[in-house]
């Protein structure tokens, strides 16, 4: 199996992935607490001051950046060690993952505290359901990019 294939396939899948789950947070955009576009544009503040770019351009360039090239990435590494036989069931697992890494790393870092609790009680919540589905799509669209290619599951 080729590794440049591999990372490319998850790059692939992390690009699908996000763009479903940024159809879902646009669903719910009306609650302003649970704006994850505004949120990762608070952690990249500077760099759209440095770059001139409007505010919600760099929160959504963030998005797609970190749902496509680093977690699509991070999915084609750990996908053969995932728990699991089916595609869905790993990317569940896959989002789990990602979900405490959110909650634990990046919610701090964007001064929502752990877990997002600052924004809204809800908040870890609706971070773990956008992850879990976004890990679900990851894996589905992962193992359909694998079939196509012709390897084995």
Same mark, same amino acid.
């Given at each position: ?10 790059? =692939? ?81 896959? &989002? =789990?993952? /990602? ?10 870092? /964007? &001064? ?8 809204? /009680? ?6 773990? =359901? ?10 589905? =669209?992962? /193992? ?10």
């Amino acid at each position: 199996m080729n590794s440049f294939g591999i990372i490319v396939r998850g790059f =692939a899948a992390g690009l699908v992935s996000t763009c479903v789950l940024s159809l879902l947070m646009l669903s719910k955009q009306w609650v302003p607490q649970l704006d994850t576009i505004t949120v990762l544009d608070g952690i990249a503040r500077d760099f759209a001051l440095a770059t001139g770019m409007s505010a919600p351009f760099s929160g959504w360039l963030w998005h797609f950046a970190i749902g496509t090239l680093w977690w699509g990435w991070m999915y084609a590494v750990m996908e053969p060690i995932l728990p699991g036989r089916r595609p869905w069931i790993k990317g569940i697992s896959f &989002g =789990a993952i /990602a979900t405490l890494m959110v909650w634990i790393i990046v919610l701090p870092l /964007a &001064g929502a505290g752990l877990f997002g609790l600052q924004l809204s /009680a809800v908040q870890p919540l609706v971070s773990l =359901a956008l992850h879990l589905v976004y890990g679900v799509v990851l894996g589905i =669209a992962y /193992a359909a990019l694998s079939r196509r290619r012709g390897e084995a599951q």
